[in-house]
């Protein structure tokens, strides 16, 4: 049986605690500063918390410090991550390389921010001392499996969530319009605008579209191929997303690799009290990106979730769908194919009211954008994660045994009970009472003559145990030394090096350091990516020139390396 890691984000420590309880193997949140959602920080205190019940169900906690750093910065960078180490932080995830002669006994995993595309920079990651490597968005199955078959370091692949049109850590052009920096942790989504696509002749292909906005990545349908893969962990996107967004995507995902039987690295089983369902949260619209071929994956600006029919009919200040079997209802939120929504204020028969009367014809496609009944039933579910335990009577003690091998005892007084049967009836229903306890006694075994114990004495009992199980000790294992190795390549900004500690390093690996990363991208190109627009208009072998417009008339070069698929945007 094959062993996965699922792996949620968390926005905060109630994102946190809700990933843990719906299923998650391990999560990842950031600290305070330095990670790469700046609008999703969190406290020492926060974090600490969050480790300490993580760590109960055996769920890993990773902390995301994957901006680049200035000199400035590197020591406060430093002081936090050994905060991190004394609260028992699992691993942090870096980009900057100007962290690897920190002296710590924490495991650092290279963020997907190092642009991890290939064989050789997996080598080189894995070679220098990284344990784990977050592989780029862009590859494929085919890709994967050649990775993982050439190098020894844990493989972490995202499976769900928001997709980057840009390699990641090589997508500049937030910062070359504005001042806010992908690789500082304030993207300001400019992907998400609209633009227009013309030759060099001045014709028009496309006017006024999302062309750099993708669907949300869903891979769903290939977890069994990843899991033979022997991909580590299977990561779901979504830092920024709400705590209902986190309850339903880990629910789905769990019970997915559930039935796939594949180990979990983590303990306890998580009892659900509604089905998960990946179109009635936030969506884009899906995607399977890259994984099996080629395809393309425009419209991804607003959340469209789940389709629900056609327009039928139209009054004045109503409309009608013909519909699945799906039910409308107050609160709901409705998008339409024509980029329109609304709300709806009320439903009377098959008659929809909407907040604000949609400019819809007969046929058009309607989506539900938000579900108004399926998130108060997220709201308030009462899902909870329990840890399987055994309890033995003995004479004179009772010991408990989670499924994680820990044991707890207690001794008591024995008496022999006069009435073993009405006895035998109160230990068995006392001791197998959860309360508000992470434990779940699957079995309760007398194993000695029935003995007296009242029932405030077994309710006593069981929580004392349960209360001894949770102390755990946490010991980090050995952990890898950082050191170079011959890598013998010249570097540009795109190596993103924005201290003396990372120069050095590349130096001490052979490199060449043209420059550091830039302030100034003029004539530069600020974005890779193989989201190709020749390739999506049926350009392929046309010798022709394209230009990117966006909204402001703002003029950008595009450039394509037919040989990989692939296209760069120049400023």
Same mark, same amino acid.
């Given at each position: 049986?094959?062993?996965?890691?699922?792996?949620?984000?968390?926005?905060? +420590?109630?994102?946190?605690?809700?990933?843990?309880?719906?299923?998650?193997?391990?999560?990842?949140?950031?600290?305070?500063?330095?990670?790469?959602?700046?609008?999703?920080?969190?406290?020492?205190?926060?974090?600490?918390?969050?480790?300490? @019940?993580?760590?109960?169900?055996?769920?890993?906690?990773?902390?995301?410090?994957?901006?680049?750093?200035?000199?400035?910065?590197?020591?406060?960078?430093?002081?936090? =991550?050994?905060?991190?180490?004394?609260?028992?932080?699992?691993?942090?995830?870096?980009?900057?390389?100007?962290?690897?002669?920190?002296?710590?006994?924490?495991?650092?995993?290279?963020?997907?921010?190092?642009?991890?595309?290939?064989?050789?920079?997996?080598?080189?990651? %894995?070679?220098?001392?990284?344990?784990?490597?977050?592989?780029?968005?862009?590859?494929?199955?085919?890709? =994967?499996?050649?990775?993982?078959?050439?190098?020894?370091?844990?493989?972490?692949?995202?499976?769900?969530?928001?997709?980057?049109?840009?390699?990641?850590?090589?997508?500049?052009?937030?910062?070359?319009?504005?001042?806010?920096?992908?690789?500082?942790?304030?993207?300001?989504?400019?992907?998400?605008?609209?633009?227009?696509?013309?030759?060099?002749?001045?014709?028009?292909?496309?006017?006024?579209?999302?062309?750099?906005?993708?669907?949300?990545?869903?891979?769903?349908?290939?977890? !069994?191929?990843?899991?033979?893969?022997?991909?580590?962990?299977?990561?779901?996107?979504?830092?920024?997303?709400?705590?209902?967004?986190? !309850?339903?995507?880990?629910?789905?995902?769990? +019970?997915?690799?559930?039935?796939?039987?594949?180990?979990?690295?983590?303990?306890?089983?998580?009892?659900?009290?509604? %089905?998960?369902?990946?179109?009635?949260?936030?969506?884009?619209?899906?995607?399977?990106?890259?994984?099996?071929?080629?395809?393309?994956?425009?419209?991804?600006?607003?959340?469209?979730?789940?389709?629900?029919?056609?327009?039928?009919?139209?009054?004045?200040?109503?409309?009608?769908?013909?519909?699945?079997?799906?039910?409308?209802?107050?609160?709901?939120?409705?998008?339409?194919?024509?980029?329109?929504?609304?709300?709806?204020?009320?439903?009377?028969?098959?008659?929809?009211?909407?907040?604000?009367?949609?400019? =819809?014809?007969?046929?058009?496609?309607? @989506?539900?954008?938000?579900?108004?009944?399926?998130?108060? !039933?997220?709201?308030?579910?009462?899902?909870?994660?329990?840890?399987?335990?055994?309890?033995?009577?003995? +004479?004179?003690?009772?010991?408990?045994? /989670?499924? *994680?091998?820990?044991?707890?005892?207690?001794?008591?007084?024995?008496?022999?009970?006069?009435? %073993?049967?009405?006895?035998?009836?109160?230990?068995?229903?006392?001791?197998?009472?959860?309360?508000?306890?992470?434990?779940?006694?699957?079995?309760?075994? =007398?194993?000695?003559?029935?003995?007296?114990?009242?029932?405030?004495?077994?309710?006593?009992?069981?929580?004392?145990?349960?209360?001894?199980?949770?102390?755990?000790?946490?010991?980090?294992?050995?952990?890898?030394?950082?050191?170079?190795?011959?890598?013998?390549?010249?570097?540009?900004?795109?190596?993103?090096?924005?201290?003396?500690?990372?120069?050095?390093?590349?130096?001490?690996?052979?490199?060449?350091?043209?420059?550091?990363?830039?302030?100034?991208?003029? /004539?530069?190109?600020? *974005?890779?990516? !193989?989201?190709?627009?020749?390739?999506?208009?049926?350009?392929?072998?046309?010798?022709?020139?394209?230009?990117?417009?966006?909204?402001?008339?703002?003029?950008?070069?595009?450039?394509? /390396?037919?040989?990989?698929?692939?296209?760069?945007?120049?400023?």
């Amino acid at each position: 049986m094959k062993e996965c890691e699922l792996l949620a984000p968390a926005k905060d +420590k109630t994102c946190a605690f809700a990933a843990i309880d719906f299923g998650a193997d391990a999560i990842y949140i950031a600290a305070e500063k330095f990670g790469a959602r700046k609008a999703a920080g969190n406290s020492i205190e926060d974090i600490k918390e969050v480790v300490n @019940y993580a760590h109960k169900f055996g769920v890993k906690v990773y902390v995301t410090l994957n901006t680049i750093l200035t000199d400035d910065e590197l020591n406060e960078a430093k002081n936090l =991550i050994k905060e991190l180490e004394n609260i028992h932080v699992d691993a942090i995830i870096i980009q900057d390389f100007g962290l690897l002669n920190l002296d710590c006994k924490i495991p650092f995993h290279a963020s997907t921010q190092c642009d991890i595309e290939t064989v050789e920079k997996v080598k080189f990651l %894995e070679d220098i001392g990284f344990e784990r490597v977050v592989l780029a968005r862009e590859l494929s199955l085919e890709q =994967i499996r050649e990775i993982k078959e050439k190098t020894n370091v844990e493989l972490e692949v995202f499976i769900h969530g928001a997709l980057c049109v840009s390699y990641s850590g090589q997508c500049y052009l937030s910062r070359a319009i504005g001042s806010r920096s992908a690789n500082r942790g304030d993207c300001a989504q400019p992907c998400r605008k609209k633009y227009s696509l013309i030759d060099d002749e001045g014709n028009v292909i496309a006017k006024d579209k999302p062309l750099l906005a993708l669907k949300d990545f869903n891979a769903s349908k290939y977890l !069994k191929d990843l899991v033979e893969a022997n991909v580590t962990s299977f990561k779901i996107e979504g830092r920024l997303k709400d705590v209902n967004y986190v !309850k339903n995507v880990v629910a789905f995902y769990r +019970k997915k690799l559930d039935e796939l039987n594949v180990r979990r690295t983590s303990f306890g089983k998580s009892y659900f009290d509604f %089905e998960p369902d990946l179109n009635k949260s936030f969506n884009r619209g899906f995607s399977e990106h890259f994984l099996n071929g080629r395809k393309n994956s425009f419209g991804g600006v607003n959340s469209r979730g789940e389709y629900l029919g056609k327009v039928e009919d139209i009054g004045k200040n109503f409309f009608v769908i013909k519909k699945n079997n799906e039910n409308i209802s107050s609160g709901d939120g409705l998008w339409f194919d024509i980029d329109a929504g609304c709300l709806v204020n009320k439903v009377v028969g098959d008659k929809i009211y909407p907040n604000k009367m949609p400019k =819809i014809h007969l046929g058009t496609n309607v @989506y539900r954008s938000y579900n108004f009944e399926f998130e108060k !039933k997220l709201k308030h579910s009462q899902t909870t994660r329990k840890l399987s335990a055994k309890i033995d009577v003995l +004479k004179e003690k009772i010991i408990a045994t /989670d499924e *994680m091998g820990n044991c707890a005892e207690l001794t008591y007084d024995f008496e022999p009970a006069k009435n %073993e049967q009405s006895m035998k009836e109160k230990i068995l229903s006392c001791l197998k009472k959860s309360g508000d306890s992470i434990y779940k006694a699957e079995e309760v075994n =007398i194993k000695t003559q029935i003995p007296f114990l009242p029932v405030s004495k077994l309710n006593a009992i069981r929580k004392d145990l349960y209360k001894q199980l949770e102390k755990r000790e946490f010991k980090y294992g050995k952990r890898k030394v950082f050191k170079p190795v011959n890598l013998g390549k010249t570097l540009d900004y795109r190596a993103n090096i924005m201290n003396s500690e990372a120069e050095k390093f590349y130096k001490d690996c052979n490199c060449k350091i043209e420059e550091w990363a830039l302030t100034d991208y003029k /004539d530069r190109c600020v *974005m890779r990516t !193989k989201h190709c627009l020749k390739y999506a208009f049926n350009l392929c072998g046309k010798d022709k020139k394209l230009y990117l417009v966006d909204e402001k008339g703002k003029k950008y070069n595009l450039k394509f /390396d037919c040989k990989n698929c692939q296209m760069q945007i120049f400023f």
